[in-house]
C-alpha cells in the first residue's frame, strides 16, 4: 500500500475500489434523506438537492448517448450558476476527466485550452460564447462544434440539449477511486498554466479531513464565495463542500463586488464567505452599513493576506478570517487557521491528514523557525501534469508535492509563508522575503497596494524594489516609503526604489498580483 493510502487509511478514509466522486458529493444527500432541502439559491430561486440530482444524471445520460467514452475530456467555460453545477457533476458521473477554465479570457488562451484539453465536448454562455467560438474554428475537438453547448442559446442551448432522446443503453461508464477525474489548472505564475491531474479519491479525501474535521462546514450553513467556481479554491469551499454535508450554496453569475457581496449576505443570511485579499480590501474600502452578523467565517486563500488587511477587517467587521494555502497540486487548503484557533500573520496549522517537511537548496532539513522549500504529502496529491514529463518529475515526487514555495514553521507550530522561491531576493548576500516588506509598507496610512520585487542596482546588485498604488491624493515622496520601512526592517531589506502606479497592480485571472509581468516592466 502506498504512503498516501496508508495515510487515508489512518484516518479512516479508505475509499471503496469502485467510486465515483459524484455518488460522494450530490447522490449521497438523496439516500441521506435530504431530496428537498435546498441545495442552490440562484437569481430568486431555490433549487433542491433531488432537482440537482436528476439534472446531473441527465447530464451523464446525454453525454454517453451522444458518444462519451470512459475518460474522454470534458471542458467547462461557464459563470456561477446551475447549469455549471449540472454540466461538472453530471461529466464526472459520466465516467468524463473535467477540466474548467475562466469564462471571461481572450480568443488565444481559449485557442491553447482547446488543444491543451483536447474536449469531446464543451459547456460554454453567454460569457464565453464570443470568443470561445472564434477559438474553436480552428479546432478539430468538441466534434468541430457539433459538442458545444451553449447554456444561454435558446434555441439549441443546454435545455433542449438535455431534453433529446437519450440512448436505451446511455449508462454511465464505471469509475474507480483512483481513475481521473479532474484537471485543476495551475495559476501559471511561472509558464503557461498546466493541468494537474486528481482522481475521484483526492477530493472527497481532503473534503473530509479539512472541511469536516479541521474548520467544521456544518449541513445549515449558507455559502457564498466571491472567487468563481472555475478556480479550484471556490470549487471546493462553494461547492463540494456545502455539497458534501448537505448545505446550502448561494451563486451568482456576474463578476464579484463589495457591494453584489454584501447585498447576497444580507438578503440570503449567509453563514460561510470565500474570499481572497484582494476583495476583502474593497469591501473595507466601501462605507455601506452592512449587517454581516449571518456569517461564522470567512475563507482567505489565493494569495498571501497582510497582517495589516487582516486588522482592519478584524477591527471594522469582527468576522473570523480563516486564512489558508492550497494549491492546484493539492486540490485544496492543506496549513490553515480553523475557528477558534487564528493567529493573524501566520497560515496557521498542518491540517491532519497531510505530511510536510522544510528543505535547504541541499535537500537537507532547516532548523526550526528558519526558512525553507515546503515539501507536501497526502492523498489528495495530483498524478502528475497533464503533458509536462519533466515538470511532473520536478514538483510531484513519490507522492510528495515539492512546490517552490517558502515557508518557516515556528516553535508552537504555526507556519508562515515567504513566498515563492523564484520571488525571494538575495539583498546584501541574504534572502528577502517580499511578502515581508509589503507587510511592513501596507502599514503606511496612503499605502493601497504594493508589490515588491527584485531589482538590480547601478553596481549590478540585486536590491528590494516596490511597486506601490497609493489612495488618491496621498501625495507620498519615495524617500519617505523608503525612510518609513528603514524604521520597521533591517536595513537590506528596504526597499531601494519605489514607483508610484496610477493604475492597479495587474492581477492573473486568480486575482493573484502578477509578479512576473511586473518584474518584466520594472526590470
Request: proline letters at 5%; charged letters at 25%; a negative charge.
Amino acid at each position: 500500500m502506498s504512503d498516501a493510502m496508508t495515510h487515508a487509511s489512518s484516518h479512516g478514509l479508505a475509499f471503496p475500489d469502485a467510486f465515483n466522486m459524484a455518488d460522494y458529493f450530490v447522490f449521497a444527500n438523496i439516500a441521506a434523506g435530504r431530496a428537498d432541502k435546498t441545495a442552490i439559491l440562484f437569481e430568486g430561486r431555490a433549487i433542491t438537492y433531488a432537482e440537482v440530482a436528476a439534472k446531473v444524471e441527465r447530464v451523464a445520460a446525454r453525454l454517453v448517448s451522444d458518444g462519451l467514452l470512459p475518460e474522454q475530456r470534458v471542458l467547462i467555460c461557464m459563470q456561477d450558476r446551475p447549469e455549471f453545477v449540472y454540466a461538472w457533476f453530471g461529466a464526472i458521473k459520466a465516467g468524463a476527466v473535467v477540466a474548467q477554465v475562466n469564462p471571461l479570457l481572450p480568443v488565444s488562451d481559449y485557442g491553447y485550452y482547446l488543444d491543451y484539453v483536447k474536449p469531446q465536448f464543451a459547456f460554454i454562455d453567454a460569457a464565453s460564447a464570443g470568443n470561445f467560438a472564434k477559438a474553436a474554428q480552428h479546432t478539430r475537438h468538441c466534434g468541430k462544434g457539433a459538442n458545444i453547448i451553449n447554456a444561454d442559446d435558446a434555441a439549441y442551448g443546454f435545455r433542449s440539449w438535455l431534453d433529446r432522446d437519450i440512448a436505451l443503453d446511455a449508462a454511465s461508464w464505471p469509475t474507480r477511486k483512483d481513475d481521473p477525474a479532474v484537471w485543476l489548472f495551475t495559476s501559471g505564475t511561472t509558464g503557461q498554466s498546466k493541468g494537474a491531474v486528481h482522481s475521484h479519491a483526492h477530493f472527497p479525501f481532503n473534503t473530509e479531513v479539512y472541511a469536516k474535521r479541521f474548520i467544521g462546514i456544518r449541513e445549515d450553513d449558507i455559502t457564498i464565495a466571491g472567487p468563481r467556481l472555475f478556480f479550484g479554491y471556490a470549487t471546493g469551499t462553494n461547492l463540494m463542500f456545502p455539497f458534501a454535508v448537505g448545505a446550502t450554496t448561494v451563486l451568482f453569475k456576474e463578476q464579484p463586488s463589495a457591494e453584489t457581496l454584501f447585498a447576497l449576505i444580507e438578503g440570503r443570511r449567509a453563514t460561510v464567505l470565500t474570499s481572497v485579499p484582494t476583495l476583502i480590501n474593497k469591501m473595507l474600502e466601501t462605507e455601506l452599513d452592512v449587517d454581516l452578523s449571518s456569517l461564522r467565517f470567512m475563507w482567505s486563500a489565493g494569495e498571501a493576506l497582510p497582517r495589516e488587511l487582516h486588522q482592519r477587517w478584524d477591527k471594522r467587521f469582527g468576522v473570523p478570517i480563516i486564512d489558508g494555502i492550497g494549491s492546484a497540486e493539492s486540490f485544496h487548503i492543506y496549513i490553515s487557521n480553523r475557528p477558534g484557533d487564528i493567529k493573524p500573520g501566520s497560515l496557521g496549522k498542518l491540517v491532519p491528514g497531510y505530511k510536510a517537511k522544510l528543505l535547504n537548496d541541499d535537500g537537507a532539513p532547516v532548523a526550526q523557525g528558519d526558512v525553507g522549500a515546503l515539501w507536501l504529502r497526502g492523498a489528495s496529491a495530483a498524478l502528475h501534469y497533464q503533458g509536462a514529463y519533466e515538470k511532473s518529475c520536478e514538483h510531484l515526487r513519490g507522492g510528495w508535492i515539492v512546490s517552490g514555495d517558502k515557508f518557516r514553521q515556528d516553535a508552537d507550530g504555526y507556519w508562515y509563508y515567504e513566498g515563492r522561491g523564484d520571488d525571494l531576493i538575495k539583498s546584501g548576500g541574504i534572502y528577502v522575503s517580499p511578502l515581508e516588506v509589503e507587510n511592513c509598507l501596507m502599514q503606511h496610512d496612503a499605502v493601497r497596494e504594493c508589490c515588491v520585487i527584485g531589482r538590480r542596482d547601478e553596481a549590478g546588485l540585486e536590491k528590494p524594489f516596490a511597486i506601490v498604488v497609493t489612495h488618491d491624493d496621498a501625495g507620498l515622496e519615495a524617500e519617505q516609503l523608503i525612510a518609513f520601512a528603514k524604521e520597521r526592517l533591517a536595513r537590506y531589506k528596504a526597499p531601494h526604489g519605489v514607483a508610484f502606479r496610477a493604475t492597479p497592480l495587474p492581477r492573473n485571472d486568480r486575482d493573484k498580483i502578477d509578479r512576473k509581468r511586473l518584474r518584466t516592466e520594472y526590470a
